[in-house]
């Protein structure tokens, strides 16, 4: 039988996940070689959502057993549920690779995007809700000191919310101190595998928004490029660095998102039908991390958009510009945005079955 791109893309190696914590979804893309999954805010509510007459259900089961719990303690439970499903399904994964693979990462609460010890005491409990759990804090000052912490507690974090060089340096420095800390309390780092996130077609998003409010003269079709610029730019970063940390690219927007990317030692977390379009692709899967973006392309968004340069330059952003950053703002947003929208199903199903039997 012939091997689907998403297939051809482990062989190259580079890891493709899935971009959610769909059950029926994530054992295709495991068939189709996935070696990991995402979770967030916005996620959880869609499966759930997507799935109501499964997860309503459990909804309605955890209020009953909690009789007295809120629609933040339910909903976290929910949450809890969901991904220790999910974690099963990669659990073989995580078992072959020694940990290198087979996590499913899980968002802290955005809600707590300003306090590192909440997002620290929060991510401590998630992490033990499956062994393969990979918890996710936003790139924010506060939230990088978090994962700091939790990565010298043995915990294997994800750096997200993350669209520039600033923050995904600054997130891979403080993930090695947490390392080197972990190590020196005899906890075995050659089973955790950090990342960080490049939100690739969110920082594209940006741009384009820019691009509509100050009808900026230039190529439209550069800002298909700005993500994988400045992922690429950072995959040599990291490789001549030494960091151990690995990039993870999200959030896609056009297939250059995939097929640019691809021979790199990264992950790639793809939505289901984005994947799925890929494994349709009538074009050869070949290495092509390594070749740069067009140098034209480059300058020319450096030149237009000073938020490109914050994006792309070296030391741009000081860690406390971090959440000033628009692109920061604007995920920010949709995420609390995402967990209010999970908390009102949970509250109309309580409301609607409150104590049945």
């Known amino acids: 039988m012939n091997k689907t791109p998403m297939q051809l893309t482990g062989e190259a190696g580079?890891?493709?996940?899935?971009?959610?914590?769909?059950?029926?979804?994530?054992?295709?893309?495991?068939?189709?070689?996935?070696?990991?999954?995402?979770?967030?805010?916005?996620?959880?509510?869609?499966?759930?959502?997507?799935?109501?007459?499964?997860?309503?259900?459990?909804i309605d089961a955890i209020a009953r057993e909690s009789p007295e719990a809120g629609e933040v303690d339910v909903a976290w439970k929910l949450i809890e549920e969901m991904a220790g499903e999910a974690s099963k399904l990669l659990l073989?994964?995580?078992?072959?690779?020694?940990?290198?693979?087979?996590?499913?990462s899980v968002q802290v609460n955005p809600v707590n995007f300003r306090s590192w010890r909440l997002m620290l005491e929060q991510g401590m409990a998630l992490s033990r809700t499956a062994p393969n759990l990979a918890i996710k804090a936003p790139c924010t000052e506060p939230g990088i000191k978090a994962m700091e912490e939790m990565t010298a507690k043995g915990v294997s974090v994800?750096?997200?919310?993350?669209?520039?060089?600033?923050?995904?340096?600054?997130?891979a420095e403080a993930i090695e101190r947490g390392l080197d800390r972990a190590g020196a309390e005899g906890i075995d780092v050659t089973r955790m595998s950090?990342?960080?996130?490049?939100?690739?077609?969110?920082v594209d998003d940006y741009l384009k928004s820019?691009?509509?409010?100050r009808r900026i003269n230039i190529d439209p079709g550069y800002l298909e490029w700005a993500g994988i610029a400045v992922l690429k730019k950072l995959y040599a970063m990291f490789t001549s660095r030494g960091y151990r940390s690995r990039l993870l690219g999200a959030a896609y927007?056009?297939?250059m998102q995939w097929s640019e990317l691809v021979g790199g030692d990264l992950i790639l977390t793809i939505p289901y039908?984005?994947?799925?379009?890929?494994?349709?692709?009538?074009?050869?899967?070949?290495?092509?991390?390594?070749?740069?973006v067009d140098t034209k392309i480059v300058d020319g968004l450096r030149a237009a958009f000073p938020e490109f340069r914050e994006a792309y330059d070296d030391n741009a952003l000081s860690p406390g510009e971090f959440v000033r950053y628009g692109a920061t703002v604007n995920t920010l947003d949709q995420f609390m945005s995402g967990y209010y929208e999970l908390l009102t199903l949970v509250r109309s199903r309580m409301l609607a079955y409150p104590g049945k039997a």
């Open 253 to 255: 927007r056009n297939h």
């Open 14 to 58: 580079t890891d493709f996940w899935n971009d959610s914590c769909d059950l029926s979804q994530l054992k295709e893309a495991i068939a189709n070689g996935a070696v990991g999954a995402t979770s967030n805010p916005v996620i959880v509510a869609q499966v759930a959502k997507g799935e109501i007459e499964r997860w309503g259900t459990r």
């Open 158 to 171: 994800t750096a997200t919310v993350s669209f520039t060089v600033s923050q995904a340096v600054a997130s």
């Open 273 to 292: 039908k984005w994947w799925q379009q890929f494994n349709r692709a009538d074009f050869e899967v070949g290495p092509k991390i390594d070749n740069p």
């Open 92 to 104: 073989p994964v995580f078992n072959r690779t020694g940990g290198r693979k087979g996590r499913l």
């Open 194 to 202: 950090p990342s960080v996130v490049i939100m690739l077609g969110r």
């Open 210 to 213: 820019v691009l509509t409010q």
